[in-house]
């Protein structure tokens, strides 16, 4: 069964740090791309980043371009997601997805972000 | 930036009515596209893929159709389990989703 589990969110000052992780199990994690997506409170879906199965390839959306910078560890079956510079809109539930050749097929229950003071 | 619009945004059905929920690409994505459900708390549970093939699992009550710009998510007779927003996304030119469409009880 695959399973994503997301840690490592909470409440954050603005313009502080957070480092998100996502524990993966039940599918072969290094042959697969993941991605980033997250939500705010009682909005919609917002894709946030994506990176290759190597590594070697990543992508941002525009909001988070500069500030986030995602990676990955497939000795240990990880992904992260580094988030500097927290401003309150990026206060969301953080879902850690696997991603079939764009196809968001598996998700994880998702970690909160809050950033406010 | 490819935008996503859905439509309605809200819709309210009873069990066993025929449900459509629209979504319209700001370009053409040729048939790159995907539905998703999610219920209230819950995580978005994939449904379908390349705009009109089944996910593993997913009802065949289920159905997927369109191409280039407009596309289109049919629930063929409303279950209880189905009442719940979905939200289709482009996979053509990064990742866009659409706004949602909550189908809620009448």
């Known amino acids: 069964e695959v399973q994503l589990v997301e840690s490592g969110g909470g409440l954050v000052e603005p313009g502080g740090s957070l480092r998100l992780s996502c524990a993966t199990s039940g599918f072969f994690f290094s042959t697969s791309e993941m991605t980033w997506v997250r939500q705010a409170p009682g909005r919609g879906l917002e894709w946030v980043s994506y990176?290759?199965?190597?590594?070697?390839?990543?992508y941002y959306a525009d909001s988070v371009k500069g500030r986030f910078a995602i990676s990955r560890d497939n000795a240990n079956n990880s992904l992260d997601l580094q988030m500097n510079s927290l401003r309150a809109e990026d206060t969301a539930l953080y879902y850690c997805?696997?991603?079939?050749?764009?196809?968001?097929?598996?998700w994880g229950q998702g970690v909160l972000v809050t950033v406010s003071s | 930036d490819i935008q996503m619009t859905q439509s309605p945004s809200t819709l309210s059905a009873s069990v066993g009515d025929r449900v459509t929920i629209t979504c319209r690409a700001s370009?053409?994505?040729?048939?790159?596209l995907a539905w998703y459900q999610q219920k209230p708390g819950k995580a978005p549970k994939f449904l379908i893929y390349k705009a009109s093939s089944l996910g593993s699992g997913v009802p065949s009550r289920f159905s997927g159709s369109g191409s280039g710009t407009e596309f289109t998510l049919t629930i063929s007779s409303l279950q209880p389990d189905d009442f719940a927003t979905y939200y289709c996304q482009q996979y053509s030119s990064y990742w866009t989703f659409g706004q949602g469409t909550k189908v809620e009880i009448k």
């Open positions: 990176i290759s199965t190597s590594g070697d390839t990543t």
């Open positions: 997805v696997r991603d079939v050749s764009g196809v968001l097929d598996s």
């Open positions: 370009e053409s994505i040729d048939t790159w």
